[in-house]
């Protein structure tokens, strides 16, 4: 690897450190037989820098967007449940597919809620006995995301599931394996992992409508980031239709060309996608 300024490469690994930034030189990397390997001739370690600053940029980016949807979801969940069934009416076992996950997603949030150290949290142990777990809009606040997909999925009514989706006109099928995917991309960002070039384990599920949304995901890459990008995109333009991170997300890309968008999961044609034209 070319290092052509010592001390600058001394100081990146001392405060990023040589395993973490190994992931984003892995690329750059030849077999050499008997699992050696070395580097493809030309190899800079600036160049290895640009990616781990990249993908840093990317993860703030697709972190931000995670907040404003989780948010969302929250909110038309907390809604939908207190409308329905009255402000406990989350806790009935009844309303769900599997009693066990229930009672379990019960007991997570519960510990959650005992940890909580919001002022609502704690006026509302101070106040009131029973129930011991608080009303649903208090509740979606202080579970987290994955427990919020979990709620939501185990729902045991298509109808009631397809309620909650409807205000993002998407599928129930497609927001709840959308819910469970952000959940794992958005702890990913939260302990800052990489999610550039990431294979994704858990994967959401194409949607069928709007027709923008699998015009644009077609013969794209299902494990990598573009379809979580798309969606995301899509859902934002409903929660905040004058947002800009879609040219963000485009600039972010265009400012740093060793990130191929293919390492991503992207389509070569993505551009000419309407879900991706800026204008």
Known sequence: MVVADEPR??????FISYYRLRAYWLPFEVPTGAGA??????TDFEDVLTLYIFDRELRLLVLDACERIEVALRAQWAHYMAMTYGPHGYLDQSHYTNIGRHAKAVADLTKEFQRSKDTFAAHYRNKYTSPELPPVWMA???MSFGLLSKFYSDLNQRAQRQAIARPFGLDEKVLTSFAH???HVRNICA???RLWNKRFTVKMAAPKYPAKLPIAMRDADARYLHNTLVTLDYMLSIIAPDNEWRKRVVAIIDSCPLAAPAN???PPDWRTRPAWRLV
Do not use: I, W
């Open 9 to 14: 490469a001394r100081h990146y690994l001392q």
């Open 37 to 42: 390997h070395a580097f493809r001739p030309g």
């Open 140 to 142: 979606a606040e202080v």
């Open 181 to 183: 995917h952000m959940s």
């Open 191 to 193: 302990h800052h992992g």
């Open 264 to 266: 991503m999961g992207f």
